[in-house]
Structures are given as C-alpha cells and as structure tokens.
C-alpha cells in the first residue's frame, strides 16, 4: 500500500488517487486514502466526488452491493453538505450527487428493479429541476426507458442554419440525431464517421443535429445569446461543414429532456418516429451502421 500511495503522490486530488485505485479494483486502498482525508479535513465535497468513484467502479465491476454502499455514503455526504449551500455554489457536489444517484438506479436496474429505478430517477429530477444534474437524471431514465417509445419533440424556437421541421415530417424515413456542444472534442472526432454516413445514407436517413447554449465562447469566456450563437455557427463552419445543411435546433430544453449530461450523444428513431437506439458518447462507424441497417 505504500507504494501505491507513493507511486500516486503526483496525482492531484483524493479524487485522482481514488479513481485510480478502485478502478484496479483495490477497494480497501481507496478506502484508506478516503479514510485519512476525511480525518484530516473533514467530509467536504472532494470526499463525496471520490466515494462516488468508488460507487462507480464497484458498479462497472457488477459489485452491486459495494456499489450500493458507496453511493449511499456520497449521498449522505452530499446532503449534508447541502444544508449549508446550494449544488452548484461547488462544482465537485453536483458530480458527487449525480453518480450517487445514478449508481443507485443502476444497480436497482441491474437486480432486475427496473420500473422502480425509471420511478426513482423520476423523484429525484423533479427534486432537483433547475439544477446542473437534470440532464444526467435524465440521461439515465432514457438509459432505461427511451427506447421502444416514441421519440421527444425536437421543436425549437431557435435554430442553426436551415429551420428544422417536426419529426412527423421524417416518418418513413430513419433519423439519426447527434447532441453535440461547440466546446466538446468528442464531438469533433464523432464527425469524421457522419460524414460518411451521410454520403452513404443520402436521402435515406435524415440528420439532425441538436445543440445548446452553455453560456460561454471560447476560452471559456462568458457571452449573451447572441454572441454564443454566432460563435457556434463559427464552430459548426469551422469543424463540421457537411453539416451546413443539416439542421441545427438550438435548445437547452431538448438536452434536458433527451438527458445529454454528456456529448456527444447519438439517438436513432425509426420510420415510425420510435427511438431504437440511444447511446451517450461516441461510437464506431460500424456500430452505426449495424444500427441504421436494421432499420432500413
């Protein structure tokens, strides 16, 4: 142990440290680690954020009743923390939260609970409306429920490039969405293969490319409305210009609904308008088309 703890002493955070060890699987190295931390500075939002991690990897390792016990400990941390603050006054205590929570639904999932995990989420996104973790709440009640249903609106008041129509406009014709965000290098990295897949789908799928306002340009330096829609038109020119007639509805509502806390985020809706696939992060070329042919 003494030497993983000096083989990780560069790492920056508990969180780091943590992170690292439980995802090898060394539960009581992190437990240590979390241990001296928290006697020496108390439980504070750096601590909840590292348990959450333990949740996570316990869970990604189907441990489900370590992953279980995690969670529920960055939770109680979590509230507690929350009687003297908002969740977002510290950015570490909305992350720290939201994995409590969806490690609990997905493991509620994972023993076969699904119905009262969808049942849950739902409490805590009507808890937490308004919040930075809604789009993550969300992310995982589409995770269990989205697909087979018919797909959200898209409908937006504002818009990049050519006006979008409503969905019903597509039916008979497969449309792949791509949530993507002007910062998001993922997302530039996804469009290399959509581009292909709009040559090779022309007129039998239809794109559509949802984004959002985060309230920021580049740099990270804080812009109005307006100025944050000239630049993301700068970026989808600069970056994604087979996309230059795709079009672009401009809504932080539809990223709520569609819970797309991470981007990118791909969903595939059917001729009939029902989502078949709903898939946050990126994905292969072959992936891709596996699923656009098995609705062609």
């Given amino acids: 142990m003494i030497a993983i703890c000096a083989a990780l002493s560069a790492q920056t955070s508990l969180t780091d440290q943590v ?36 949740g996570r990897n316990a869970l990604a390792l189907k441990q489900y009743d ?6 529920d400990r960055a939770r109680d941390v979590s509230l507690e ?20 929570i969806e490690v609990h ?19 805590e996104r009507r808890k937490y409306a308004g919040t930075s973790i809604v789009e993550r709440i969300s992310k995982n009640i589409n995770l269990l429920s989205l697909e087979g249903k018919p797909a959200p609106s898209l409908d937006a008041a504002e818009w990049i490039g050519t006006k979008p129509p409503g969905l019903a406009s ?4 497969p449309v792949l969405v791509f949530f993507w965000a002007h910062w998001c290098s993922d997302c530039k990295a996804q469009m290399p293969i959509l581009a292909k897949l709009q040559t090779r789908y022309a007129n039998r799928v239809q794109l559509l490319a ?16 307006a100025a944050e829609k000239t630049y993301i038109q700068q970026v989808r020119d600069r970056y994604y210009p087979t996309m230059a007639s795709t079009p672009i509805p401009l809504s932080n509502t539809i990223f709520e609904t569609y819970g797309c806390s991470s981007t990118p985020t791909l969903a595939l809706i ?10 946050p992060g990126n994905a292969t070329e072959a992936e891709l088309v596996q699923k656009i042919e098995a609705l062609l």
């Fill in 270 to 279: 059917d001729k009939q308008g029902i989502v078949r696939w709903y898939h």
């Fill in 105 to 123: 639904a997905q493991v509620m999932a994972a023993r076969g609970e699904v119905s009262s995990a969808v049942g849950f989420l739902q409490g």
């Fill in 66 to 71: 370590r992953a279980e016990t995690y969670a």
């Fill in 19 to 54: 992170r690292v060890l439980a995802s090898r699987g060394d539960f009581a190295g992190a437990d240590q680690l979390a241990t001296t931390y928290r006697a020496r500075l108390g439980m504070d939002a750096e601590y909840a954020l590292a348990v959450s991690w333990e």
């Fill in 210 to 225: 949802p984004t959002r306002y985060y309230g920021y340009v580049e740099g990270g330096v804080d812009a109005g409305k």
């Fill in 170 to 173: 597509y039916r008979g014709k």
């Fill in 81 to 100: 923390l929350l009687k003297k603050r908002s969740l977002d006054a510290d950015s570490k205590l909305p992350l720290a939260l939201g994995a409590s």
